[in-house]
């Protein structure tokens, strides 16, 4: 780290700086007295022009008056000369009030009978004085300026004049008391002027040192309030969806509110919704549940209250409004009938809505008066408003509860399914292949003739475990958008007609051709004809299949059949049941997810059908 010269700090450094302010104040004060000391000059020379009775210029130089006026403008001269000089300046200004002083007295003394004329150019430099000092040197000033005016008039008059009378005395001794008690009574006033600015000062700085504070303290508290209202949003949020985490909900609301609002006692409402016979929610529209408080009064949790029409909470649940703050809370007839109440003289009353659903009110009260204001309802509304979030944020968790469960079922049926075509058909498969290449081992050597007829056979294992791994990925993959039912049914029987051959697909589906059906009906359709083609073609024995999809008014109907030997629906049922998987039996509900229905018919020994309608929407709607 280097050093340089103007990181230096001497004695002496510090010095010039502590002094240069005030020599900057000395030389600035000099320079007004400088000026008043050449317009003094203008002034005596404007009076000696009077005394002689001529123009100053006319005055002859070698008269004494002239000649003393003519050192006093030298010496004029050479203060503003020093003024370019400051430390020699501050050794000579102090005394200049002085030399001007004798100066002016030696003029005085010089002038004749006309030296009281003299009087105004004394106000220069005593003035000049008074504003400079303090109020005792003032007065000193002052009296020595006096004397001096008073001595020069008087000795001039007797010792230079020679007489022993002296005119105009009392005039003289008017203007000496002037010439005395004017510079203390103009230092006073400047001493009382400055003290007054300084006093003036001093409140200004401590006025704005406390708007200051109070700035700090308040953006502090807002602050924290706002910290408090985050903690708020993120403890609401958390909170469960069942009966339990909505009291929970509330409970944590107004143990925040607290820390917002200092009350004393709180309540919170809710609109009851019972269920009914039916198990349907039912609404009491002039009934509110207390749910929860602090402070509460055990008689009052859980009671039931009816509101008036006309009251403030009527109000607040009929219209969405903002916080209402209730002065006197005994003039409220729905409010005074709370027990928790009673001892509370006023009550911050919020409602809890979300849009047009209504929860309730969150009351807030006090048993001491003055404790709440209006800038407190910005902050109650903010929180009512996290809270009917929470709440409303709760009633639809609840409700996807169900389709969630749902969901999984589905994701574990799936599951289950694919489970089945593994072990069904490929794990199967699998294990035929490695028999067969165990026995193609040992007839390689034994029997070349059977060993080739063997390597046909393993061959056309490994084509059919291909195509069921493609079915497999195919019945895994989501439909295809833009195609068509019409389209990706004739893609998937023409896959089934090339691998089973000894099996006729016949399909009559012209009806459908260019029919835009919505997703979800278009692949409850695509699922369901899989199903039924490949139970027909593995467990049927059938030679013939039948697919019909014809359009009737606003519904469509899909019909698979086929020649096989057929089976007994119930029995077929309960099969499926044990072992966990329904595949076919399950298509009734596929289809009422859509909107539509399915049955399925079968007769043992003489085949199956699967029916299918569902109703006929756009793929946009």
Known sequence: MMNTPATVSTPAAKDTRANSPLRQRVSAGERLSTTARWMLLVLLLALLGVIHETLPWAIPLDTPTMLVLLVYAGFTLAMTIVLVL????????????????????????????????????????????????????SLFAGIVGAAL????????????????????????????LALALLPWFVSSLAEHWSDWNRQRVEEARQAAQQQSNQARQAAQTAQEQVSLLYTVATRLATMADSTAGQKKVLNALLEESQKLIPYTHAIILRKPTDPDEAGHPVD?????????????????????????????L??????????????????DADLSSIATLHPCKAAWV???????????????????????????????????KLGSVALRNGELLAELRPHREKLLKSEARAREELTRHVHDGLAQTLA????????????????????????????????????????????????????????ILNQFL??????????????????????????????M????????????????????IWVQCKVNGDRLMMTIADNGKGFDVEKGKEKARSRGSFGLFNISERARLAGGSADVRSVIGKGTMVRVVAPITSSDE
């Open 149 to 176: 005016f008073a001595g020069a008039v008087s000795g001039g008059h007797r010792f230079i004049d020679k007489s022993d009378t002296l005119p105009d005395g009392p005039i003289l001794g008017a203007m000496s």
């Open 284 to 312: 009491h529209h002039d009934d509110l549940r207390i749910e929860a408080g602090q402070s509460l009064n055990p008689r009052d949790l859980g009671s039931t209250i009816t509101i008036h029409h006309e009251g403030k």
């Open 494 to 523: 023409e896959r089934k007609r090339t691998h089973d051959k000894d099996t006729r697909i016949i399909v009559d589906a012209e009806s459908i051709k260019g029919l835009s059906l919505n997703y979800k009906v278009e692949n």
């Open 86 to 137: 400051p430390p020699i300046a501050a050794r000579i200004t102090p005394i200049a009030p002085a030399l001007d002083l004798l100066f002016l007295g030696l003029l005085t003394l010089l002038s004749g009978p006309h030296r009281l004329i003299f009087f105004p150019a004394y106000l220069v430099p005593l003035m000049n004085l008074a504003v400079r000092q303090r109020s005792l040197w």
């Open 432 to 487: 035929q292949i490695v028999m067969n290449v165990d026995f193609l081992k040992r007839m390689v050597v034994q029997d070349a003739q059977g060993a080739q007829k063997e390597l046909d056979t393993l061959h056309e294992q490994f084509r059919r475990y291909h195509f069921e791994v493609r079915e497999v990925l195919t019945a895994l993959s989501p439909l295809p958008l833009g195609q068509g039912l019409y389209v």
């Open 314 to 331: 009527a109000t607040l649940l009929h219209a969405e409004t903002r916080p209402v703050l209730i002065p006197d809370l005994a003039q």
């Open 350 to 384: 919020a409602p809890l809505h979300y849009g047009v659903l209504v929860y309730g009110a969150m009351i807030l009260a006090s048993d001491q008066p003055q404790t709440f204001h209006p800038g407190q309802m910005e902050w109650l509304d903010a929180l009512a």
């Open 525 to 544: 359709l695509y699922n369901i004809l899989q199903e039924s083609v490949n139970n027909a073609l593995k467990y049927s024995e059938a030679r013939q």
